[in-house]
C-alpha cells in the first residue's frame, strides 16, 4: 500500500497532516500495519504494536464496524496477540459497542480538550485512537 494514500486516510481521522509522525510510526519492526480495501478503494487501516499487559491497536479507522472488528481479529491472529488494548473514542458509540461485543472492558478513562473549537474529524470511522499521548 502506497504510503501516501494511507496519509491521506490518516487526514480524515486526525486533524493536521501527520506524515512525518506517521511513516514511523508504522513502519517500526515490531509493529504490523493492515488495511481493508473494496473496489480499490480503502476502507480501514490499523496497526497493532507489543506492550507488557496487551498488545495495542492503534490507529483503527473503518468505514464500519464490521471492517474495524475484521482488522483487529487478522491483527491478533497476524501477531499471535493473546490480548489486545484499544484505546476507543467514546464519540463513537458504535467503536464502543464494538469493543464491547469483543469482550473489551474499561481499564481507565481520559478526556480530550482543546482550547478552541473541537477539530473536524471523520469520528464515526475512528474506532480507536493511534495512542492517547499522540493523538
Known amino acids: 500500500m502506497p504510503f501516501d494514500l ?10 493536521e497532516v501527520r506524515d512525518s509522525f506517521l511513516a514511523p510510526w508504522i513502519g517500526l519492526p515490531e509493529r504490523t500495519g493492515l488495511v481493508a480495501m473494496k473496489d ?3 476502507q480501514g487501516f490499523a496497526v497493532i504494536r507489543p506492550c507488557r499487559a496487551a498488545s495495542r491497536i492503534g490507529p483503527l479507522y473503518a468505514a464500519s464496524p464490521g471492517i474495524a472488528s475484521a482488522l483487529v481479529s487478522a491483527l491478533a491472529v497476524k501477531t499471535g496477540a493473546s490480548a489486545v ?3 476507543v473514542p467514546d464519540r463513537n458509540r458504535a467503536a464502543v459497542t464494538l469493543a464491547e461485543q ?3 472492558k474499561p481499564a481507565f478513562e481520559t478526556a480530550r480538550m482543546y482550547t478552541g473549537a473541537d477539530p473536524v474529524v471523520d469520528y464515526a470511522g475512528l474506532f480507536g485512537v493511534t495512542s492517547l499521548e499522540l493523538g
Open 85 to 87: 488494548a484499544i484505546d
Open 40 to 42: 480499490g478503494e480503502l
Open 6 to 15: 494511507i496519509a491521506a486516510y490518516d487526514r480524515r481521522f486526525f486533524p
Open 102 to 104: 469483543m469482550g473489551l
